[in-house]
């Protein structure tokens, strides 16, 4: 008998998958700078980013695609970061953005 | 019976021997009126007495209610145990409690102070409570925290995988209600610490749609809970529960910050069951019935300022606590105060006519 579908299925590609482990790479980043945890992601750092205008970085993003596994991403994204600190002026929750990006943009491959 | 039969005028009936009631007594019984308890338990303590401990600085909960309680029998507070009153009559100014056929007593004010319900998770059938073990509602997790029921996996798992729902039966109208419980989300976090301090190894989440952490020092427990806890916030409503590898269940929610869908197996899910109406206030003219709560039923509705006691269409009949809707315990203590000051100057004005 075929199983019954309520509609609630997704594409299995596209899902998020929290069962899995945090990859070592991430946690390091997360024990190295464990404000990261305080994101609650308000956007705050994503409306006052320059870079961000231009680029898709945005920090409160990368905190969600690193709890995610998506190093790769992450890494790319987190090089768009021009160091101003407007965001980390603006953190509510005091979030060390910049040590946070410098260990984000560590997670890329170097570049050749 | 008719109105001149009637003489405790200052003779004030609390229904309801939980922390409303209790405190509602005191703040009463400290100003010189003679009060009285009528509790349909047989047990003070109302649902404080299934609580382990209390956010947002962790007190026991028995410690508090042992205070109480022992405030209540040093004031001599007559108590009325195992008795549910479940109606009012008014004679003259003042009123008779009933149960059922039987009086239990007269009064010239009545306080209801008896309190909430908890939503019915059985009602969320997505979620599956009453159909899988692993599903436990905030009462059952404090249960477990106080050694009253064990925990719902094996005890070899050492990182156990524990998620939270916020809003269960809170935010629904499908549910009939269309309130937030406004305490479900800062005893989530609460619990989430709790969990991670007895397995450090956990992973812990919370499933939310808006984190509402409105009272003193709930959004420093919050950051708390992320930072020195590691307990993980996601925001989104789950979707469903159903069975999963083992004895595990699997989830699904859609991530709403990452827009996108997820899943993951737990060993435990923990459903923050909302407050709703204990009992229906139906009132008519010289009587006022506490019925069954249907579908959609508020909580009671009373009259004049926020804080205000005063029931409705009724002299003489005051409310306190969280029979008005959601409260915790710091607004209940507050509310009573209130509720005390609202009913003496209701009888003092009562004497003035009297005199006059």
């Known amino acids: 008998m075929p199983k019954p579908d309520f509609g609630f299925a997704f594409a299995p590609n596209r899902a998020l998958d929290l069962s899995a482990p945090l990859l070592p790479e991430v946690q390091v980043v997360l024990e190295t700078e464990p404000s990261i945890r305080a994101c609650m992601a308000c956007g705050q750092c994503a409306a006052v980013c320059t870079a961000g205008a231009f680029t898709p970085l945005a920090f409160y993003r990368l ?30 929750r005091g979030v060390n953005i910049r040590n946070a990006v410098l260990l984000m943009a560590a997670l890329a491959p170097p570049k050749p | 019976m008719n109105a001149s039969e009637y003489l405790p005028k200052d003779e004030v009936a609390i229904i309801g021997g939980g922390p409303a009631g209790m405190q509602t007594a005191l703040a009463l019984s400290e100003r010189g009126f003679s009060v009285r308890i009528y509790e349909q338990k047989e047990q003070l303590g109302g649902h404080l007495k299934g609580w382990h401990h209390l956010f947002p600085h962790g007190v026991a909960a028995s410690d508090l209610l042992g205070q109480l309680k022992e405030q209540v029998l040093a004031r001599a507070v007559p108590l009325h145990l195992g008795q549910s009153v479940d109606r009012l009559q008014k004679v003259g100014a003042g009123w008779v409690l009933w149960q059922g056929e039987r009086p239990l007593g007269r009064a010239g004010v009545v306080v209801l102070a008896n309190g909430f319900a908890l939503f019915d998770a059985r009602r969320k059938e997505e979620y599956g409570y009453g159909l899988y073990p692993s599903v436990l509602t905030a009462a059952d997790l404090e249960a477990v925290f106080r050694k009253e029921q064990p925990w719902p996996f094996g005890s070899d798992r050492m990182a156990p ?13 499908k549910c009939g209600s269309p309130h937030c419980s406004k305490l479900c989300c800062v ?65 699904k929610a859609e991530d709403t910050l990452q827009g996108r869908p997820l899943h993951l197996q737990l060993d435990m899910l923990v459903l923050m069951s909302g407050m709703v109406p204990a009992f229906l206030l139906e009132q008519q003219e010289r009587a006022v019935f506490l019925k069954e709560p249907v579908f959609g039923s508020g909580f009671v509705p009373v009259q004049g300022l926020l804080a205000a006691g005063s029931v409705v269409q009724q002299e003489g009949l005051f409310a306190s606590g969280a029979c008005k809707g959601p409260a915790t315990l710091p607004e209940v203590f507050a509310d009573a105060a209130a509720v005390a000051r609202e009913v003496e100057q209701y009888l003092k004005s009562l004497k003035a006519v009297a005199h006059a």
């Open chain 2, 187 to 251: 005893t989530a976090v609460k619990q989430a610490m709790a969990v991670k301090s007895l397995f450090p190894e956990a992973q812990v989440y919370c499933f939310y749609m808006d984190l509402r952490m409105h009272g003193l020092e709930y959004e420093e427990l919050y950051r708390k809970a992320q930072v020195d806890y590691g307990v993980r916030f996601i925001r989104g409503r789950l979707s469903e529960a159903a069975p999963g590898q083992g004895k595990r269940l699997h989830v």
């Open chain 1, 63 to 92: 905190v969600l695609q690193l709890r995610g596994g998506d190093v790769a991403a992450v890494g790319e994204r987190a090089r768009h970061c021009m160091l101003c600190g407007k965001c980390q002026m603006t953190c509510p």
């Open chain 2, 161 to 173: 995988q524990v998620g939270f729902v916020h809003c269960v039966g809170s935010r629904d109208l």
